[in-house]
C-alpha cells in the first residue's frame, strides 16, 4: 500500500514536470504518462506485496 502510494507520487511527478518543461504535446502524450503512471504504480505494488511475502514466510521460519 504504502509502495504503490510513493509510486502513485512519483508518476504525479513526472507527469508535472513533463508537462511544465513543455515537452508534453497533444493528448496522445498524456494518454501515455498516465498509462506510464498507472504501470509504474502497480509495478510498485507487486513488489511491495512480494517483500512482504517474503518477510512473512521468513518470520515463519524462524518461529
Given at each position: 500500500?504504502t509502495?504503490?502510494?510513493?509510486?502513485?507520487?512519483?508518476?504525479?511527478?513526472?507527469?508535472?514536470?513533463?508537462?511544465?518543461?513543455?515537452?508534453?504535446?497533444?493528448?496522445?502524450?498524456?494518454?501515455?504518462?498516465?498509462?506510464?503512471?498507472?504501470?509504474?504504480?502497480?509495478?510498485?505494488?507487486?513488489?511491495?506485496w512480494?517483500?512482504?511475502?517474503?518477510?512473512?514466510?521468513?518470520?515463519?521460519?524462524?518461529?
Open positions: 500500500m509502495a504503490g502510494i510513493i509510486a502513485l507520487l512519483f508518476g504525479v511527478a513526472g507527469f508535472i514536470l513533463n508537462t511544465s518543461s513543455g515537452r508534453v504535446k497533444g493528448d496522445r502524450i498524456l494518454r501515455w504518462q498516465l498509462r506510464s503512471a498507472a504501470e509504474s504504480c502497480f509495478i510498485f505494488s507487486v513488489l511491495f512480494m517483500a512482504f511475502a517474503f518477510h512473512l514466510i521468513c518470520t515463519m521460519r524462524g518461529a
